[in-house]
C-alpha cells in the first residue's frame, strides 16, 4: 500500500489552492493523492519554469485532451490568478487552432469566454469589451504578406530557406496566415509561443514538426536547454508519460545537434 508523508500533501495541498485558485479536492483517491503528492507537491514547485510559463504548457495539453473539467479549472485558474491576461489566453486559443486544431480550439474559445464571464460574476463585475482586432500589425497587401511570412519563417524556423508558394496549404496557410500574421501578433511573446507550440507538436508524435520547432526553439535560445527539459516534465505530467517520452528523446537530439551547430559557428567566426 502506497503511503504519503503528511508535510508533502499539505504541500500539495496549498500549492493546488495557490495555483488553481480554488481549495483542493479532498478524496484520497490514488489519482487525486498522486496529483497532490507529486503534479502539484513538486512539478508545479520546480524552478526551471515560471508558473505563469507552466500554463502554456498545461493549456493546450488540457484542450487537447477534450477533458472538460480539467480545460475549464485551468482557463479559470490561469485567468482568476491574473497569471494569463485575457487578450493573452484568447491568443493562446488562435495559437493553439493552428497547431492542435481547429474543432479543438472552438471549444477552448467557448470554455474561455465562459469561464471569463464566471470570473466576473463571482467578483459582482460586468465583463468589459474586448479590444479591438483591428488595424492588423503585418501588411494587408498581399505580395508583402507573403513577403513578411517568408521572413518570418525563416527567422522563426532558423531556417536559410521557407516553403515555395505553389499550394494552398504552403502558400495561403504557412506563408500568408501562420507566419504572415500569428506568429507576429503582438498578444504573446516569442517564449510563450514557442511553449504553445512544442505542447502542441509533441501531442501530435508529427515527426517533422516536432523535430523542427524543438530544434528552433533551442537554436533561438528563446528556450534554455533546462527550460526544455523542464517544459517535457511538465508536459508528461498533464499530457501522459508515452508522449513525454519521446518528446524527452527528441530534445535530447536536439541539444546535440544545436551544440554541434553552435560549436562550429564558432569555429568559422574565430
Not at 56 to 76: N, W
Not at 129 to 154: H, I, M, N, Y
Amino acid at each position: 500500500m502506497t503511503t504519503y508523508a503528511p508535510e508533502r500533501l499539505e504541500r500539495g495541498r496549498r500549492a493546488y489552492a495557490e495555483i488553481m485558485t480554488v481549495t483542493a479536492p479532498s478524496d484520497e483517491s490514488p489519482t487525486t493523492m498522486h496529483l497532490l503528492d507529486f503534479v502539484f507537491a513538486e512539478v508545479w514547485q520546480r524552478s526551471g519554469l515560471t508558473r505563469r510559463e507552466r500554463r502554456f504548457v498545461t493549456l493546450p495539453c488540457a484542450a487537447a485532451a477534450d477533458a472538460e473539467g480539467p480545460l475549464r479549472d485551468h482557463v479559470y485558474a490561469a485567468l482568476n490568478s491574473g497569471d494569463v491576461t485575457i487578450a493573452e489566453m484568447q491568443e493562446t486559443v488562435l495559437h493553439f487552432a493552428v497547431y492542435g486544431g481547429w474543432p479543438k480550439a472552438s471549444r477552448f474559445n467557448q470554455v474561455v469566454d465562459e469561464e471569463w464571464a464566471r470570473i466576473h460574476s463571482e467578483r459582482g463585475l460586468p465583463v468589459p469589451s474586448p479590444e479591438p482586432l483591428l488595424p492588423l500589425a503585418t501588411p494587408s497587401d498581399p505580395e508583402a504578406r507573403l513577403a513578411v511570412g517568408e521572413q518570418s519563417f525563416k527567422d522563426i524556423n532558423c531556417l536559410p530557406f521557407a516553403p515555395i508558394r505553389d499550394n494552398p496549404f504552403q502558400g495561403a496557410g504557412i506563408l500568408n496566415f501562420v507566419f504572415g500574421e500569428m506568429w507576429l501578433r503582438p498578444g504573446l511573446g516569442m517564449k510563450e509561443r514557442r511553449l504553445i507550440t512544442v505542447a502542441c507538436v509533441a501531442f501530435q508524435d508529427a515527426p517533422y514538426p516536432i523535430l523542427s520547432h524543438v530544434y528552433a526553439a533551442l537554436k533561438s535560445k528563446d528556450l534554455s536547454f533546462s527550460e526544455m527539459d523542464e517544459l517535457a516534465l511538465h508536459f508528461a505530467a498533464h499530457y501522459g508519460w508515452p508522449k513525454g517520452s519521446h518528446l524527452n528523446q527528441v530534445i535530447g537530439e536536439q541539444k546535440q545537434r544545436v551544440t554541434q551547430e553552435w560549436a562550429d559557428e564558432a569555429t568559422v567566426i574565430s
